[in-house]
């Protein structure tokens, strides 16, 4: 079932703002990893991170590896329009599959 | 982008009815995923094959069945469509990395 809890649900914000959210789970996991979707396409990877107190950017995003390995957080710095999209945290499950958490709805308003 | 189609794109059916999706790779990638996407749940894993004719089952496999006959389709089968089953249905590929997966654009599957 489902073990990844994504926060905020939603949220909407104006363009160069920054964004944070974030993924908590009551299970230890080896691998977090950060995928969006934009509207009306499948997800892409953004990030991936392997090592608890792992710090990774790319561009403008920078992921974080809670040192607990329960939970990761992902910001989003100068928000723009093409940011709009869900938010997905993903994990892999114990047989190495992708468990999808609900996802964060990134809305960017000029 | 990596060479993943989903046919058909759209489709309206009515409850009992058989049906079809399929996803077509040109990447030669060995393994091959149907997920569901539905409000609330993020995606979840239907079926996966790690080869040709090799299938397992996901997290949500009931009323669905799969089948791999060549490395580059996935047929994902609903025997009996029920409402459901309406949902977005992704197809992805992935080659030896489980981690990083190339997803398709989505059917939207629509049971009246």
């Known amino acids: 079932g489902q073990q990844l809890n994504q926060s905020p649900q939603s949220m909407f914000i104006q363009e160069g703002e920054d964004v944070s959210m974030n993924c908590t789970s009551s299970s230890i996991f080896n691998t977090w990893l950060w995928y969006k979707q934009d509207p009306g396409e499948g997800p892409v990877l953004l990030i991936a991170?392997?090592?608890?107190?792992e710090l990774t950017s790319n561009g403008r995003l920078t992921a974080q590896f809670g040192i607990t390995r329960k939970d990761s957080f992902l910001n989003i710095s100068a928000s723009i329009p093409s940011d709009v999209g869900i938010y997905f945290c993903?994990?892999?499950?114990?047989?190495?599959?992708?468990?999808f958490g609900a996802g964060t709805q990134v809305v960017v308003t000029p | 982008d990596a060479g993943i189609t989903q046919s058909p794109r759209h489709k309206v059916t009515e409850t009992g009815t058989p049906v079809t999706l399929r996803c077509h790779q040109t990447?030669?990638?060995?393994?091959m995923y149907w997920y569901r996407q539905d409000p609330g749940h993020g995606l979840r894993l239907i079926h996966y094959?790690?080869?040709?004719?090799?299938?397992d089952k996901g997290e949500v496999s009931d009323g669905y069945s799969v089948s791999r006959s060549k490395t580059e389709d996935f047929l994902l089968t609903l025997e009996s469509a029920t409402s459901s089953q309406t949902s977005v249905y992704f197809c992805?590929?992935?080659?030896?990395?489980?981690?990083?997966?190339?997803f398709g654009p989505g059917t939207r599957l629509t049971v009246t």
């Open positions: 991170l392997y090592k608890a107190g």
């Open positions: 993903v994990s892999l499950d114990s047989w190495g599959k992708l468990q």
């Open positions: 094959s790690y080869g040709v004719k090799d299938t």
């Open positions: 990447e030669n990638h060995r393994y």
């Open positions: 992805a590929i992935s080659d030896s990395s489980a981690y990083e997966q190339y």
